[in-house]
């Protein structure tokens, strides 16, 4: 029995979906602890690739830079569906709290208005001095919003509060929906 976190232990698992509204600001909170995540995208041969990228958010949607001419440009490319893994340091399952990101990867070319609007979202003068680059000018490559069409957020601690540990938000739904679960 766990002395600290005995809400851990119950099964079967809440199942009570959180408001909209509560998610979305649950979620915008996980994108506020890292700004480090890992994007998965399709190599030519159907495998995935999946990379630990810096990542900055306007609102749901999160925007990166990606290398010129790396894999992972050359796959958003080709195939544009992308997933995108952010997780706080986990110490144990009463702090477990990530989410995953499914959806488009738009890749913004330099000088659009979209583009404009990403650089002042994206903190590239941080990422430009660590490397060693001019900080007066944005880099000139282009720049990838993802836009997502489903997020799964996990949050066990919401176990203490009656909510179903796994939340999924979808764009377009008035309600949120849960994952069911009990047992890893």
Not at 34 to 49: D, E, Q, R, W
Not at 50 to 78: H, I, T
Request: some cysteine; hydrophobic content about 40%; glycine content about 8%.
């Amino acid at each position: 029995m766990s002395v600290a976190h005995p809400w851990l232990e119950q099964e079967p698992w809440p199942t009570a979906t959180m408001p909209k509204e509560m998610l979305e600001r649950h979620i915008e909170r996980v994108l506020t602890m890292t700004n480090i995540g890992y994007l998965g995208t399709v190599m030519k041969s159907g495998a995935p690739i999946v990379s630990p990228v810096e990542f900055y958010n306007d609102g749901l949607q999160l925007y990166m830079f990606p290398q010129p001419n790396s894999p992972k440009l050359k796959a958003m490319q080709r195939d544009p569906r992308v997933s995108f893994a952010i997780a706080n340091p986990m110490a144990g399952w009463a702090c477990v709290m990530g989410c995953q990101f499914f959806g488009t990867a738009n890749l913004l070319d330099v000088g659009t208005p979209e583009w404009e609007h990403g650089m002042k979202i994206f903190k590239w003068m941080a990422s430009s001095f660590e490397l060693g680059r001019a900080t007066k000018e944005p880099p000139q490559g282009q720049l990838m919003r993802l836009d997502p069409q489903r997020i799964v957020y996990t949050e066990h601690l919401m176990r203490k509060e009656g909510y179903a540990p796994r939340q999924i938000w979808r764009e377009g739904d008035a309600e949120t929906t849960v994952v069911p679960g009990g047992n890893v």
